[in-house]
């Protein structure tokens, strides 16, 4: 190819580059700007550490709602004697 081609394909990739990058720098100081409210800031983030008496009122919390949960399930399941025997073959 002719290098002068090449040349201005270099420049004009160039001046784009420029454009984006001052663009780019533009958004950057747009964001910077910004200020984001602490309940975002900390959902994006880590959660806030827990004390250990929550931490133990949550565990009450958790073992009566599994022990519940345990016995919901530990139920035996009724059998309606009325369809089994009301079958006709």
Do not use: F, N
Not at 22 to 49: C, F, H, N, W, Y
């Amino acid at each position: 190819m002719d290098t002068r081609i090449l040349e201005l394909a270099l420049e004009g990739l160039q001046a784009r580059k420029t454009a984006l990058e001052s663009e780019i720098q533009s958004l950057k100081a747009e964001l910077e700007d910004r200020t984001i409210p602490k309940t975002v800031a900390r959902a994006a983030g880590k959660r806030r550490p827990r004390s250990a008496a929550q931490r133990k009122a949550h565990s009450k919390r958790m073992k009566v709602i599994w022990a519940a949960r345990k016995a919901k399930a530990a139920k035996p399941r009724t059998i309606h004697r009325a369809r089994i025997g009301s079958r006709k073959d």
